[in-house]
Every structure is written in C-alpha cells, then in structure tokens.
C-alpha cells in the first residue's frame, strides 16, 4: 500500500447483510486536510469499483492519486476547509480484507469462501471505521460509479448522519445491459483455466480471463465518441515487422485496450474484482423501501443538499438513471442540482474531464451552507 | 446444409485481394422465385457474418430462414416479380469455401493457412459464381451490416452491374468502437487453450471462447432500451435450487446471453468467424478512392436508387454512419431514399423489427423501375 494508507480494525465479528459473517475487518484508508475540533467538515468519498483509497498525493504519499485534480487546498474538494476520508472498499484488494485476504479460520486466502458481498457491507463498514476515527457525522458523501451507489446508500440507511450528498455517474439500481457487462467480465474471469473454480493458488492469477475482463470493461467505460476522435482507424506503426502472428494487434485501439488490461492484471486480484462487480448487479434501492421502489427509497433521505451529475455519453450508467436520481432527489425535499455533462469520455468522464467535472463540483461546496 | 442448397464452383485459383490464392472455391447459395427470360430481375442479397444462404424456406426447405418474413410471394422482396439469390460468403462455414474447409493441397483443414480474407474477395466471389449462373447484371444488391459493406463495395467495383442498392444499418467502415468489440471477441477465442493457435483438431473447436465471443457479439447486436423493456431486473426461476455455484447465473439477461450463446457454438467454425470478423475491421470504402475518401469511392457508383437503413439504437453501426452513406449516394446523383428508424433492438432490428422494416422495403421495390 501507500505510504499515507493507514489501517482501522472492526470489532469482531462482522455479519454480512446476504448471510455470513466475516471474523476480522481491516479497512485501509488515507485522509486529506484536518478534522475541524468539532468534528463537523468530513468528506467520505466512497470509490468506484477498482480504485484504492489513494485518492490523492500527500506528503507521505507523493504519487498522483486517481482523483488528484480534485482534492487539495484550494481545489474542489477543498482540504483547507474539509477533512476528506477515502476507504479503500471492503472486498477489495488494496488493504482492506476481501476475497484475496487470508481466512484466519483456515490461514488460507478465502477465495470464494468468503461471503457474498453488498453494497450496503461496504457502506456498514465504512460507517463502522468512521465511529473508531471519531465521525459520527458527517458533511458530505460523495461518489461515483458503484461510489454514487455507495453514497445513496449510505444517505438511505443512515439519514439523521449526512448533510450533503454528491452523486456521479450512478443509479438507484444497474440496467439489465450493464449486468451483462459485468456479468460476461466474470464468465471471462471463470472461463479461464487458471482461476481454478475462485481458488487459483498464491501469485497464480487467471491473467487471460482478467485481461479479456478488463478490455470489456474498459470499453463500457469510455464512449464510441472518444475513440472516433481519438484513435480513428489509426494502424499500429509495427504492423509490418516480421514475427507477427495471424489476428495480432493492427489497430490503435487494440494496442490501447491491450497495453491498459495488461497493466490492471498486475494490480487487481480476479475474486475481488468479481464480488465488487456482482455487488454492482445486486445493487438495488428498492431493497430499501417497502414498496421495492427506489423512489420511495429516496424520501428516506434527511440531508439537505444534493449535486447529481452524470455524462450523456455513458451508456454503463445512462444519463436517464442520473435524472431519475436527480428528481427523486428533489421530490424528496432537497435542494438538488443535476447537471447532465456533455463530455465525451463516457462513464469514466469524472476521472479525466477536468473542465467540466471541477467548476460544478468547486461550485457546489464553495455555496455550501457547511 | 440444407436440401435448397445448390453449389457453384469457380475457375481455379482464386487470387485474394490481400495475398495469397485458393486453389479451389465452393460457393453455397439459396434462391426464390425465377429468373426472367431477359435475367434482368436478380437481386442479390449479401448475408451479414454469420448466417448460412438460407435466407428463406422453400419447397426444398421449409425450415424457417434468416429473413423468412421478407422474402416470399407477395412480401417486400416479392419472389413473383424478383429472383433472390442469397450466397454463403466466402471464408464462412456453411457450405462455402473457408478456413473449415478442407485444403485440396494438404488434404486437412485450412485453418490459419486460409488466406486473409477482405470483403472484397466475397463480394468478387459472388460476383464470379452469378456469372457461372448466368447472371451478368442486377436489378438490385442488398444487404445489411457486413451485407450492407458488400452491397456498397459491389456497387463501386461493378457499376455497371447493378441498377439499385439498398443498405441496411451498415456503413463505408468501422469504427473504432466497433473494432475494439470484435477485435475482443476474437481475443476471446485466441485465449481458449483449445483454439491451440488456430489449429485446433476436427471437432475440438475452442467453445469457451466462441461462447464468451458470442455473448459480446449479442450484447453489440442489441441495444440497452430492448434489454431494459424486455428482462428489466428479472431474476431466473431456478436461483435457489441445490448445486448452485458462486457467480452462477442470476438475473434472465445472463441466461438469455448463455442459451443463445451454446446454440450458436454447435454451429459455427470459431475460425470462420475470425476472418469475417476482421474482414469487417479491415473494410474501408475509401479504399477505392484515389484519395482515400469513402465519400469520393461512393462517387463510382452508376446505380440509379437507393434506399438507405438504419437504427437509432444500434451502437456498432451508429446511425450518423447510414446518413453519412445517405449523403454521400445523393450526393453522386443517385436518387436516395435515406430512413433512421426508431426500433428499440440495435443493429439487428433488421432481423426482428418487422413492423418497422417491411413497409419500407415494399414501397421501395413496389415504387421501382425495374
């Protein structure tokens, strides 16, 4: 991990909200700015499926974190007024106890032994770490991705805790297209030989499936737009070079997506990978409401402000499901902002279009009544 | 194949547009209704990558075709006024010459040793077998998606041969977007260990990869909007049976995906399927233009009408692709008749959306010269 994660154990043991129960929680975040003494100007930005809790440079840190343009002084996600908390998700594999951690039951990896994952475990847990630190309130959530499902979560079933809440390219619940994203990412994952049915041994990763995953992935976060623009049918410079192989890389495109799936394979563990994406399917606000719908779910709410963005050109979470957030929002009795993006760069825009995401987000927490 | 199947052989060899020859080529075909004394009533109807010839039954197959409800006594492409005549392309693996079939110099299957196919060489092809047949000129050529680029480049090769077009949810070249799905479908296969390089063993085809394949054809096949109308968040009835494993299939979109997905590995060569997939990759009508501009290419074109398809849901041929060939027909002085429609299944709405498509076809070749 990062030099500026630290570390937060949950009491023992840990239920899980599908069955199961996890005997130890170890989440490992980082923190940006200070807690104000009266403990009021936290920030919990919860995270998309793959990223770590390294959110953004620090002293004891200094690499460039995934949301770097974002967060510091005088920034968006201002740390000199805000205390900013990123945690690294549980079931994931940058710190935090997930599918790839040792079982202390059996002092083996769990693999598939550890417990179906929710949206609302990581939401629980990550509430749980903030009490050990001291936040019983807090001024923001803030996410995107399976981050804004976290965020609504978490301002579902803990209303009286939040005042603010930030929601990015997310939704109350996944489309049955996004779910055959996800789900042919997780058959490419099962299919390959080496995942060994979830138990593939130590360092041993089934590296084709999770690199097959990782290019449908990608293309589910980008946009057909960006590629035209960006790569065109541009061919690959070594395409006439003798060794090449019937069927390799010609275009830019594929060199791309085979360069960015080959690095990813290195970082993320198979089985996390598949529990954050299924918790992702299973995902449903609904669930949160007597009546199964995610609007009335939404009248739970107690914050009082709410910005909801989303990007025309993502069809992972399309631009619809961010409106119907945004009026559930509103009929809920808070003061919502929704602001559809027309940024080229799909779901993944939050993460690479500065020039639209920082003045909207700057804007909403300058305004703030916080 | 199927008992309507009749066969045409070529005069040997058969130089391919990229290099290399065969030394023999099949061609398998299907037709309704009669040639004409003057054989000026043929329309040629180009498959998309991977249907057979059967396009429609007939006395000799009732079995149900590929586009049953066009073609017929009567229907849009009336077999009473036209002759149709559907061939199986080349490099395919239903009856026509391909990487399946067996290599008359070595006496096993060529495999990889199949030369790299363009949708040059199946449009040469089939121009080739209908002059066998004794067909010099077409009152019309047809075809959607991988048809549609056929149809396009039949009609600036062969001017002179072919009085109209109509092209369906197709376009002068693929997008990069497009690229990258197939280009990882191919992926897929090449990373199941049975495709072994190619060469797999007669009847050992690598089926993982042709079913993970198959799925992400499907996914680009349809559209988000059908799957939202159609599965929603449906769950499969048979969730809490005994034996269930993790990351079983759980919601109806998953299991839809896997039916369709093992029918269609019993049926096609995960070869085949790889050369017609990157013959698609490959097609760029600006080709045939000195200064590769498929704009400039569509200005050989001497056919006097056509009628231009597309779908506003389809994402693998966008529908600015069908105004772009559109724009570009009228403006090389065709008479064009260019119609977005607004059916909710994709890129194969061609196949499904019967209400939509029919009326517009019967007008077309209702309302025709010929």
């Known amino acids: ?30 923190t940006w700015g200070e807690l104000s003494p009266d403990r009021d100007n936290a920030i919990l930005l919860f995270t998309g499926l793959s990223p770590s809790a390294h959110a953004a440079s620090s002293l004891e840190d200094p690499s460039r974190g995934w949301w770097e343009f974002m967060i510091g002084p005088g920034r968006a996600l201002d740390t000199t007024r805000y205390f900013i908390i990123c ?3 549980l079931g994931s594999c940058f710190g935090s106890t997930g599918p790839a951690s040792t079982n202390p039951e059996t002092g083996r990896p769990y693999r598939l032994d550890f417990p179906e994952l929710s949206v609302e475990d990581i939401v629980r847990s990550q509430r749980l770490a903030l009490h050990k630190l001291g936040i019983e309130r807090l001024h923001a959530v803030v996410g995107a991705s399976l981050g804004g499902m976290s965020a609504l979560a ?18 109350t619940r996944a489309t049955p297209f996004a779910i055959a994203i996800r789900s ?23 590296q084709e499936g999770m690199r097959l995953a990782r290019k449908l ?11 035209l623009e960006r790569f065109g049918r541009e061919r690959v410079d070594w395409l006439d070079e003798p060794g090449s192989q019937p069927f390799d890389i010609e275009f830019q495109v594929e060199s791309y997506l085979e360069a960015n799936a080959r690095k990813f394979v290195q970082v993320c563990d198979a089985n996390c990978y598949m529990y954050l994406s299924r918790a992702m399917d299973l995902f449903d606000l609904g669930d949160h409401a007597e009546d199964g719908d ?11 402000r709410a910005l909801v963005l989303g990007v025309e050109t993502d ?5 619809w499901q961010q409106k119907e957030v945004a ?3 509103k009929h809920a009795g808070l003061s919502t902002h929704y602001m559809p993006l027309s940024s080229i760069q799909g779901h993944d825009a939050f993460l690479v279009d500065k020039a639209r995401f920082i003045p909207v987000i700057a804007e909403f927490f300058s305004s703030t009544s916080g």
Chains 1, 2 share one sequence.
């Open 217 to 227: 992935g990608l293309m589910s976060y980008r946009s057909p737009e960006e590629w």
């Open 327 to 329: 009026d559930g929002l």
């Open 87 to 89: 945690i690294n998700n």
């Open 154 to 171: 978490f301002a579902v079933q803990y209303p009286d805790d939040v005042d603010e809440l930030m929601v990015i390219s997310a939704a």
């Open 184 to 206: 042919l990412q997780r058959d490419c994952i099962k299919s390959d030989p080496c995942w060994h049915g979830g138990f593939y041994p130590e360092g041993q990763q089934p």
């Open 315 to 319: 069809f992972l979470f399309p631009i």
């Open 1 to 30: 991990m990062s030099g500026a994660t630290k570390y937060v154990n949950l009491d023992r043991p840990f239920e899980m909200a599908l069955g199961g129960a996890l005997p130890e929680v170890t989440l490992a975040y980082e």
């Open 294 to 304: 995610p609007t009335t779910a939404l009248r739970k709410i107690r914050a009082t």
